[in-house]
């Protein structure tokens, strides 16, 4: 006869969770972990695509003119650092795509692979042909430089003030470098100096700018005296198109006072400079070579009583010798430059500087225009080098192109260098190749030039 609990478990509902007990939970959790586990790594693998993505456009806008892409190569242009972080994310995206090819999200991995090695093989292919362009512009590469390290440089030893220039409302001072382990009262042969411009649109920057500061601490390592002059900026109310020109003749003539007190040799001076501070450094030595820099003339800034500044008040050092990166050669060119993104901005720093546009003022335009100061040079002009990348976003490149042609046909000593896959401030790598060719070229340029440190 059946017991009472035997009928209980016969007319017992089976249980529809035939596995609760005491492991039950641990197995959801299992579960629940191992899904979430899986979704993790859908997540990271799709952030691992979307960022080879963006690193395969990057790459192919550095040879390709796509806006806003092709900007890519501001950043100082693709050196050794950046293969390296390719090559190494190349070997990560094979690993992962080969080792996990039998789980979900396969193709993904294959395809962030795949991307990664197009963007390596992209970069290889233009420092390829970049090292070979300046294997035959005849120059050395460090392969050290190339790798970015050790390219930020230091800053000045000493800022002293040059001028407080009451028109502009601006305090300008000098950053000097001394060569490197020789102080300026070690006694011995006064060393060449180096004059540097910054560059800033007129409207930006100091002595102190990053690639100033870069080829200033270069220079001071290859033995010059270099000196990171300021001029005064633009202002909303204060156009500087002549305040710049007539400051910068006054800083010049205080470095001829001054720089015997730097160990410098002010009868040894060239004059170096990037964008706008090219323009300034091209206009510069182009009216010296026409007569027409004096520091004291009618233009000089004055005290509260009216008389000429001390700083003006001195000889202008004449300029042996003059070395651009990226110059604005045009400023009517700068100012209509035709780049999508960027127009409006550059356009605004020329309007600034000028007080307007083109059309309005054509004559000022006019007479800050080095390249009609270079027609009527000619021979007795300095030597020039002038060295621009090729795709320039912010200084249309077509500008050092016309003044090249003004140049050699006017007789000019001059040397153009148009480097391929390079923007502006290709310098911002002071080891980048475009920089070691124009460090290269500068040295060759200095040393014709009787400035041999």
């Not at 089976?14 to 039950?24: F, I, K, L, V, Y």
């Not at 205080?254 to 300034?280: I, K, M, N, T």
């Amino acid at each position: 006869m059946p017991t009472i609990k035997a009928i209980a478990e016969e007319t017992m509902p089976e249980d529809p969770h035939p596995r609760r007990g005491p492991g039950a939970r641990s197995r959801r959790r299992e579960r629940t972990g191992r899904a979430m586990g899986r979704s993790r790594c859908r997540r990271r693998d799709a952030l691992a695509l979307i960022g080879a993505c963006a690193i395969c456009l990057l790459s192919i806008g550095a040879i390709t003119a796509i806006p806003v892409l092709s900007y890519s190569l501001m950043l100082g242009a693709w050196g050794l650092d950046a293969v390296a972080v390719m090559a190494l994310l190349a070997v990560v995206a094979g690993y992962r795509a080969l080792r996990r090819r039998r789980e979900p999200g396969a193709r993904m991995r294959v395809a962030t692979a795949g991307l990664v090695c197009l963007a390596l093989a992209i970069t290889g292919w233009m420092g390829a042909a970049q090292i070979r362009f300046a294997h035959a512009q005849g120059v050395d590469l460090s392969v050290l430089g190339l790798t970015g390290i050790g390219q930020w440089g230091r800053g000045p030893d000493v800022a002293p003030v040059v001028l407080t220039d009451a028109a502009s409302r601006q305090t300008l001072r000098a950053g000097i470098w001394y060569p490197r382990g020789k102080a300026p009262g070690d006694g011995g042969e006064k060393a060449p100096i180096v004059v540097l411009l910054h560059g800033g649109g007129w409207r930006t920057g100091d002595r102190d700018n990053p690639m100033t500061r870069i080829q200033a601490d270069w220079l001071a390592d290859q033995g010059y005296v270099a000196i990171a002059l300021e001029y005064p900026l633009s202002l909303r109310d204060t156009p500087t198109w002549e305040l710049a020109q007539s400051r910068l003749v006054c800083s010049l003539a205080w470095v001829g006072a001054h720089a015997g007190e730097h160990g410098g040799d002010p009868g040894r001076l060239a004059v170096v400079g990037d964008s706008s501070g090219g323009h300034l450094a091209l206009e510069t030595a182009y009216r010296q070579a026409l007569g027409g820099l004096d520091p004291s003339g009618p233009d000089a800034p004055t005290d509260a009583d009216g008389e000429t500044l001390p700083a003006c008040q001195g000889n202008v050092p004449t300029i042996r010798a003059v070395a651009t990166t990226y110059p604005i050669t045009d400023p009517a060119v700068f100012h209509d430059n035709p780049d999508p993104i960027l127009s409006g901005p550059v356009a605004s720093r020329a309007r600034l500087y000028v007080g307007g546009g083109p059309a309005q003022y054509p004559e000022r335009y006019a007479s800050i225009d080095p390249a009609r100061k270079a027609a009527a040079a000619g021979a007795a002009a300095p030597p020039v080098l002038i060295v621009h990348g090729e795709g320039d976003h912010v200084v249309p490149v077509s500008g050092t192109r016309d003044l090249d042609a003004v140049l050699e046909a006017a007789g000019a000593r001059h040397e153009t260098i148009i480097v391929p896959y390079a923007d502006h401030v290709f310098d911002l790598n002071g080891g980048s190749v475009a920089s070691q060719i124009w460090r290269a070229k500068t040295l060759q340029l200095l040393r014709g030039a009787g400035l041999g440190a």
